[in-house]
C-alpha cells in the first residue's frame, strides 16, 4: 500500500485531520532557511510533536545549516529528519550519519526546477545524483519540485515517467512529491509505483491553511489507486 506523508502540520486541529483521514506520517517545517507558509519554532514544533499520536510517523523539515539540524534532531526527536536544503552531498553523508546516531532515520529529496526541468543537483544527471543520495546513506529519495522563489510547494508536478526509472533504478523507498493533489494523485502512483506520496499545497486552501474535504479526497485517491 502506498503511504502517505502530509507536510506542512501547524496546529493541533491539522494533526487531528490529517490522522483522522489516514495519513502515514506528518511533516513539520521547523526553523527553515527561507521564508516558508509552513514555518514553525523549534518550541511549537516540540509541543506538536508531542500531540501526535503513537503509530504516526513524525518527520521534521530542516535545511542547509548542519549545527542547526543536528541540534533539531536532538531536541525534538523526531522518527525521520528530511533535510529539504541545499546540503552538498558530502555534507548530506554527514549529517546522515549523525542523524542514525540520535536514532532517527533521514529522507532526501531530489528537487526539480519548474523553470528548467533540470535537477538542482551537483550532479545534472538526474539518475546518478539519486545514486549519490543513496550511498550517502539516506534511508529515503524524495522527488520534489522546486522553484526560484519557493523550495517546496510549488503545486508543480514532476516529470512521473523519469520518477519511475529513477524508482526502478535507485534501491532506496521512493516518495513521490511535487503537484500532487486529489485530481492527479491516482495516475502519479499507476504511473511510478512508489512506496509513498508527499503533499503539502495539494491539500490546502488557501496556501498554509489544511482544507478538510481536499484531504480526506486525496487519501481517497490514493487509497482508491492502490486497491
Given at each position: 500500500?502506498?503511504?502517505?506523508?502530509?507536510?506542512?502540520?501547524?496546529?493541533?486541529?491539522?494533526?487531528?485531520?490529517?490522522?483522522?483521514?489516514?495519513?502515514?506520517?506528518?511533516?513539520?517545517?521547523?526553523?527553515?532557511?527561507?521564508?516558508?507558509?509552513?514555518?514553525?519554532?523549534?518550541?511549537?514544533?516540540?509541543?506538536?510533536?508531542?500531540?501526535?499520536?503513537?503509530?504516526?510517523?513524525?518527520?521534521?523539515?530542516?535545511?542547509?545549516?548542519p549545527a542547526t539540524v543536528i541540534d533539531l534532531t536532538?531536541?525534538?526527536?523526531?522518527?525521520?529528519?528530511?533535510?529539504?536544503?541545499?546540503?552538498?552531498?558530502?555534507?548530506?553523508?554527514?549529517?546522515?550519519?549523525?542523524?542514525?546516531?540520535?536514532?532517527?532515520?533521514?529522507?532526501?529529496?531530489?528537487?526539480?526546477?519548474?523553470?528548467?526541468?533540470?535537477?538542482?543537483?551537483?550532479?545534472?544527471?538526474?539518475?546518478?545524483?539519486a545514486r549519490l543520495i543513496e550511498q550517502a546513506g539516506?534511508?529515503?529519495?524524495?522527488?520534489?519540485?522546486?522553484?526560484?522563489?519557493?523550495?517546496?510547494?510549488?503545486?508543480?508536478?514532476?516529470?512521473?515517467?523519469?520518477?519511475?526509472?529513477?524508482?526502478?533504478?535507485?534501491?532506496?523507498?521512493?516518495?513521490?512529491?511535487?503537484?500532487?493533489?486529489?485530481?492527479?494523485?491516482?495516475?502519479?502512483?499507476?504511473?511510478?509505483?512508489?512506496?509513498?506520496?508527499?503533499?503539502?499545497?495539494?491539500?490546502?486552501?488557501?496556501?498554509?491553511?489544511?482544507?478538510?474535504?481536499?484531504?480526506?479526497?486525496?487519501?481517497?485517491?490514493?487509497?482508491?489507486?492502490?486497491?
Amino acid at each position: 500500500m502506498t503511504r502517505i506523508k502530509i507536510c506542512g502540520i501547524t496546529t493541533e486541529e491539522d494533526i487531528r485531520l490529517c490522522v483522522a483521514s489516514g495519513a502515514a506520517a506528518l511533516g513539520f517545517v521547523v526553523e527553515y532557511p527561507v521564508d516558508v507558509p509552513w514555518n514553525l519554532d523549534r518550541n511549537a514544533a516540540a509541543a506538536l510533536l508531542r500531540g501526535t499520536p503513537p503509530f504516526v510517523t513524525r518527520v521534521i523539515v530542516v535545511g542547509d545549516d548542519p549545527a542547526t539540524v543536528i541540534d533539531l534532531t536532538e531536541q525534538l526527536k523526531p522518527h525521520a529528519v528530511q533535510l529539504h536544503g541545499n546540503e552538498p552531498i558530502a555534507v548530506t553523508a554527514t549529517l546522515v550519519a549523525e542523524i542514525h546516531k540520535r536514532g532517527a532515520q533521514a529522507l532526501k529529496p531530489l528537487r526539480f526546477s519548474v523553470e528548467t526541468g533540470q535537477c538542482r543537483a551537483a550532479c545534472a544527471d538526474p539518475l546518478e545524483a539519486a545514486r549519490l543520495i543513496e550511498q550517502a546513506g539516506a534511508d529515503a529519495l524524495i522527488l520534489d519540485s522546486v522553484s526560484d522563489t519557493r523550495p517546496a510547494g510549488t503545486g508543480k508536478s514532476v516529470d512521473w515517467t523519469l520518477a519511475r526509472q529513477i524508482r526502478d533504478q535507485v534501491r532506496l523507498p521512493l516518495i513521490l512529491a511535487g503537484g500532487l493533489h486529489a485530481g492527479n494523485v491516482g495516475q502519479a502512483v499507476a504511473a511510478v509505483q512508489p512506496y509513498g506520496v508527499d503533499v503539502i499545497s495539494g491539500v490546502e486552501s488557501p496556501v498554509g491553511r489544511k482544507d478538510p474535504a481536499k484531504v480526506h479526497a486525496f487519501v481517497r485517491a490514493v487509497t482508491r489507486s492502490a486497491g
